[in-house]
């Protein structure tokens, strides 16, 4: 995700806020070149700008924001609305990737994307009409100010809070599948929830609530079945008894085996192999 890296030690200067209403559907943005930053939140219908080459149909909820010396211009007739705020910074801006690139986020700078979809498209309005409100009522340029920087603050905030959700999805995902390999690794021992808990250095209602909530069955009921399916592969494929194969799968028990084998498959294991009796099995 591309976003402009803003320094919070000193506040944004604040220089122009509206809100737009198109005439017409016949209506088209203008062209010109931008003198300052200029952040747009559509709240009505499409807006069709383009900064540079680059071109944006911004739809309700949907913002943009366009850097200093940039070219803006429509490139398509629309009816639409949209509330817009120019601003400066004088510390140094720059556009930063943020994906995998910090563990924490710096206190002292808000990351805001270019362009978007605002998750609470309704915060960002009430705040935008309380800048116009404050404008007109107290013409207090510092107030102004920081106003305008509490704005991105707020766009930066949602953006942030979905972006660790999606971090924080990514890595559950992650230890799904390094739980589903440990398991298939390990299969023919003696395998725990809790082994696998201080293997992966988790705790152990965590990491179960982690796996079943992925694989919508719980992590004891999935290490049975990744034995079943291989004790399934012993009886088709070798001459093994019952207690031989319930051993090779981490069973001391043979009776408990046959007992969960039955549960899982419906039908024993006895059953299971007469069902493939059919097989060739070469020996030398």
């Given at each position: 995700m591309i976003c402009y890296e803003f320094l919070l030690e000193t506040p944004l200067?604040?220089?122009f806020t509206g809100k737009f209403q198109a005439p017409s559907s016949e209506?088209?943005?203008?062209?010109?070149?931008?003198?300052d930053y200029e952040l747009i939140v559509v709240t009505e219908g499409t807006v069709y700008i383009q900064e540079g080459n680059e071109q944006f149909a911004l739809e309700k909820g949907e913002f943009k924001i366009f850097a200093p010396g940039s070219r803006q211009s429509g490139y398509?007739?629309?009816?639409c609305a949209f509330y817009w705020m120019h601003f400066e910074d004088?510390?140094?801006v720059r556009k930063v990737d943020i994906e995998n690139q910090f563990d924490e986020f710096p206190e002292n700078k808000i990351y805001v994307p270019t362009s978007g979809k605002i998750k609470n498209l309704e915060k960002i309005i009430i705040m935008m009409k309380h800048l116009q409100d404050c404008i007109r009522s107290y013409h207090n340029k510092m107030q102004n100010d920081y106003?305008?920087?509490?704005?991105?603050?707020?766009?930066?905030s949602q953006f942030m809070v979905k972006q660790n959700q999606e971090n924080s999805d990514l890595k559950?995902?992650?230890l799904f599948n390094d739980i589903q390999d440990y398991v298939k690794w390990n299969r023919n021992s003696d395998i725990k929830v809790s082994e696998i808990a201080e293997h992966f250095g988790y705790n152990k209602r965590y990491l179960s609530y982690v796996f079943s909530t992925i694989a919508g069955v719980p992590l004891k009921q999935y290490i049975l079945q990744e034995k079943i399916d291989l004790a399934?592969?012993?009886?088709?494929?070798?001459n093994d008894t019952i207690s031989e194969v319930a051993y090779q799968i981490g069973f001391n028990d043979s009776h408990n085996f046959m007992k969960i084998f039955k549960k899982i498959v419906g039908m024993t294991p006895t059953q299971?192999?007469?069902?493939?009796?059919?097989?060739?099995?070469?020996?030398k």
């Open positions: 200067k604040y220089n209506w088209r943005h203008f062209t010109r070149y931008m003198e398509k007739n629309s009816s004088i510390n140094p106003m305008s920087c509490t704005i991105l603050c707020e766009i930066s559950k995902k992650q399934k592969y012993i009886l088709c494929d070798t299971y192999r007469n069902a493939y009796d059919k097989r060739m099995l070469y020996y």
